[in-house]
């Protein structure tokens, strides 16, 4: 049976409280006595170790790489050049599809881990002839590092190399940032960047969580911004999305009219746009890896046009 203990401290409109969950639990209560806060909470936990599974964050890798070879694609590529980058693409597709293989036919967790291994182990072979290729061309071509004269597709081609390398090192198993930032991103998202009570001046706030089967974290937040030092979580099992209805009506509003597009890409969904996108069977998974990259691209892209720092 599901059992959790769970105290909550400075969240929301809750100063302070301790609500042990056992199997069907009823938390009963006057409005606005913090209900749906407790509800908002586990909803925020369950959905970040959901999405943070070691296959979920996998595929969130996949498709940063694939968007950065379709990016390399779309510039000036020799032939050799473009002939490489299809050969990765190639690699990328067959692993997306044993993938889909392995949701619809589960595995253990080590077994998939070979197979990621030994995925990013060819792909790195692949993007480092690529880096080689791409520097012998410039070179040829005269584009030479420190010549007045900037190619703009020279940039943008090292940088999607760059960013590539980089996600094939990040080793999903030791990056708990991965978790910590998918856990700010759906508690944000969540209670509208305001975690903290309104009514407090304790500008930190606590969730500590423990199961029965000793799995356990502490989530703390400073200023609503999750304290990655002091925050901790301990978890050996897999976790399913939770599906949250606090409100019945929820299933009058389908409507396309309250979707929320930036830049022609859905936002992250709170728990009532994700039963919503549940209901229409439509896709809503956020990637954190690409959190802050546009940013970066522009920083880079600057820095190599422009001497000094861009701050």
Do not use: C, W
């Not at 009058?252 to 009219?257: L, T, V």
């Amino acid at each position: 049976m599901f059992k959790i203990i769970l105290n909550i401290e400075n969240i929301g409109i809750i100063a302070n409280a301790d609500i042990k969950i056992e199997g069907v639990t009823v938390i009963a209560g006057s409005n606005s006595s913090g209900k749906s806060t407790v509800g908002r909470v586990l909803y925020a936990i369950g959905t970040s170790l959901a999405e943070s599974s070691y296959i979920k964050l996998f595929k969130q890798k996949l498709n940063i790489i694939d968007n950065e070879l379709n990016r390399l694609k779309k510039i000036s590529l020799d032939e050799e050049s473009l002939a490489i980058a299809e050969e990765a693409t190639a690699l990328l597709d067959n692993m997306s599809y044993i993938i889909s293989m392995l949701e619809e036919h589960p595995t253990s967790q080590k077994e998939f881990e070979n197979q990621s291994i030994n995925f990013s182990n060819k792909l790195k072979k692949i993007i480092n002839s690529l880096e080689e290729t791409v520097i012998t061309q410039s070179l040829t071509t005269g584009n030479l590092e420190g010549e007045m004269e900037v190619d703009l597709d020279d940039i943008l081609i090292r940088m999607s190399i760059k960013e590539i390398k980089k996600i094939l090192d990040t080793d999903i198993l030791k990056e708990d940032n991965l978790k910590f930032e998918m856990l700010q991103s759906v508690f944000n998202n969540e209670f509208n960047s305001q975690i903290s009570n309104l009514t407090s001046n304790n500008l930190k706030s606590t969730i500590s969580f423990t199961e029965v089967n000793n799995n356990s974290g502490k989530l703390v937040f400073i200023e609503d911004v999750l304290d990655r030092e002091a925050s901790t979580i301990n978890i050996n099992r897999e976790f399913v999305r939770p599906i949250f209805i606090d409100d019945p009506t929820v299933i009058d509003e389908i409507s396309e009219s309250i979707r929320i597009y930036l830049g022609g890409k859905k936002l992250s969904y709170n728990h009532k746009s994700y039963l919503i996108d549940l209901l229409k069977q439509t896709n809503s998974d956020e990637n954190v890896f690409s959190k802050k990259k546009n940013d970066e691209m522009i920083n880079a892209i600057l820095k190599e046009v422009i001497d000094g720092n861009i701050s």
